[in-house]
Each structure stands twice: as structure tokens, then as C-alpha cells.
């Protein structure tokens, strides 16, 4: 690949990340929940979504995956399953300055992880991305294994650059609401957040 076509694809990449969409607003409401280490790791998962997408486009497995309808459909649904989970524990649960400092140490790191994974694998809007417009803004046929790590690095510093400020104000929010009323509101913003990116997943075909 040429540098104005890993340029191209940079480029693109960074403004469909930026525009927001269930991605971002699971891990917003996951950085008000649980704080910027569980909302990172979740990052991480929506990054490895992205790469398992460029792994199938790159090597001319989108066609094969476009004919498997019904797993892409099982898991879009097992992601908006976990977001509405999410959602009602957010409502019903909620948080305590007790759990903020709690969930610091606190191990969940997988399921953070899986979270990020599945909502990108679920997620309509990365599908077209990497199945209809990244065909069209780089030459697939000419992708040597040296242009596809560097496309895979390429996608997961793109990604932190543009995720990682969302969840760091997100959280650094979280911590200054801090009263039992503060964070009754911000219990229900998370919830209503994560019920408004399963909604988002599900509504789209």
C-alpha cells in the first residue's frame, strides 16, 4: 500500500470512530459506572472487534461472512442482550462512593472485554465500514503482510485516540458526582445509555 492509501484509510476510520454510535455510548456509560480502568478495558474489546472485521476484509473472508447471516445475527443480539443487562443493573442497582472506590481493584476485566467485543461485532455501523467502504478506499488485492500489520496498528491507535478522551471526561465526571443524589442520577444516565446503544443495535438492520 501507498502512504495516501494508509492515509485514506486512517483518515476514514478516525471520523466513522468519531461519530458517535453504540460504541461510544457503551463505553461512556461504562466509564460513569465503573471508572476509567473497566471503560479502558472495554475499549480494548471494541478495538479487537474492529481488527476481526480488517482480518476478514483483508483476507477476503467478507464474502463468507456476508453469507452467515444468522451468526452475525445471533451476535447482534447477544450484544444487545448484555447492554440491556447493563442498563437494568445501572437502574436498579446503582452506585455508592463505597463502590467507586471498590470497583477500582476490581476484577472483571474479561467481561469488560467481551462486553467491547460484542457490541462492535454487533454494532451495524462497523459492519459497513469494513465490509462496504474500506473496499473502496484501498486496493484489498494488494495487501502485503507487512500492509495489514501496519493497518492493524494503525486501527487500534486511531481508535484510542479518538475513545479514550470520551472515557477519561466521562470518568473523571463520575468522581466529581459524588453524592448519594449525584450518583442516583448518574446510576440512571449510565442505564439510560446503555439501553440507548442496545436499542440502537437492534433497530438496525
Known amino acids: 500500500m501507498t502512504l495516501a492509501g494508509f492515509a485514506a484509510y486512517t483518515g476514514a476510520l478516525a471520523i466513522a470512530a468519531a461519530i458517535p454510535g453504540p460504541g461510544i455510548t457503551a463505553i461512556v456509560a461504562r466509564a460513569l459506572g465503573s471508572g476509567f480502568r473497566s471503560s479502558l478495558v ?5 478495538i479487537a472487534g474492529d481488527l476481526i472485521y480488517l482480518t476478514a476484509v483483508v483476507t477476503g473472508l467478507a464474502l463468507i461472512a456476508q453469507s452467515f447471516g444468522p451468526v452475525f445475527l445471533v451476535i447482534k443480539w447477544v450484544g444487545v442482550a448484555y447492554l440491556a ?8 442497582v446503582g452506585i455508592t462512593p463505597e463502590q467507586i472506590e471498590a470497583r477500582k481493584g476490581r476484577t472483571g476485566a474479561l467481561s469488560s472485554f467481551m462486553g467491547g467485543l460484542l457490541v462492535t461485532l454487533g ?8 465490509l462496504a467502504i474500506t473496499p473502496t478506499i484501498m486496493d484489498l488485492a494488494s495487501i502485503t ?3 495489514f500489520a501496519v493497518l492493524a496498528v494503525l486501527t487500534a491507535l486511531v481508535l484510542l485516540v479518538v475513545l479514550v478522551p470520551y472515557i477519561a ?3 473523571r465526571a463520575r468522581l466529581f458526582l459524588q453524592t448519594p443524589r449525584a450518583l442516583k442520577v448518574l446510576s440512571r444516565s ?10 440502537a443495535i437492534a433497530a438496525r438492520n
Open 169 to 171: 471526561l466521562a470518568a
Open 123 to 130: 454494532n451495524p455501523k462497523t459492519m459497513v465500514f469494513y
Open 85 to 92: 443487562w447493563l442498563a437494568w443493573t445501572f437502574w436498579t
Open 145 to 147: 503482510s507487512l500492509d
Open 42 to 46: 472495554m475499549t480494548l474489546g471494541l
Open 190 to 199: 449510565a442505564a439510560a445509555c446503555m439501553a440507548g446503544a442496545a436499542a
